[in-house]
């Protein structure tokens, strides 16, 4: 069966759409831990972030750093926090968090539940900042 990330990837699952080419998706987390908290997922379906080929990898972490300087464009924070945990989801994936202080990054964090609207508000701001 599918991931949820392929699922959002095909089209099946609705997302706030930051940023795609043909490798790669960037989205916004419904439970983000700050607002712009943003998914990095490769359109491969691979569970273990390490088992992508070498230079799938290295072109993974460069697109995440185009949609990072956007959300850092777009949402105000001193940096942005990347995390690979990888437990949560069986699909390889980047978090990208805008931080104020190091516990911004702390997952164990209560996770938001921001409005649709506001949802869709934050990823245009992003997108429209997105350099490929």
Do not use: W
């Not at 998914?39 to 290295?58: G, S």
């Not at 942005?80 to 190091?102: D, F, S, T, W, Y």
């Amino acid at each position: 069966m599918a991931s949820i990330f392929s699922r959002i990837i095909a089209g099946e699952i609705p997302s706030y759409k930051i940023a795609e080419n043909e490798k790669f998706y960037a989205f916004l987390d419904i439970n983000p831990l700050q607002k712009g908290h943003t998914l990095v997922v490769p359109k491969k379906e691979t569970d273990y972030i390490f088992d992508i080929e070498d230079n799938d990898l290295a072109e993974m972490i460069v697109f995440a750093k185009k949609v990072a300087v956007a959300v850092k464009e777009a949402i105000p924070c001193v940096k942005i926090g990347v995390a690979v945990i990888g437990l949560e989801v069986r699909h390889a994936h980047i978090h990208l968090v805008p931080m104020q202080k190091e516990g911004d990054l702390n997952f164990s964090n209560k996770k938001m539940t921001l409005p649709a609207e506001e949802m869709e508000q934050i990823a245009k701001a992003i997108s429209e900042k997105v350099v490929l």
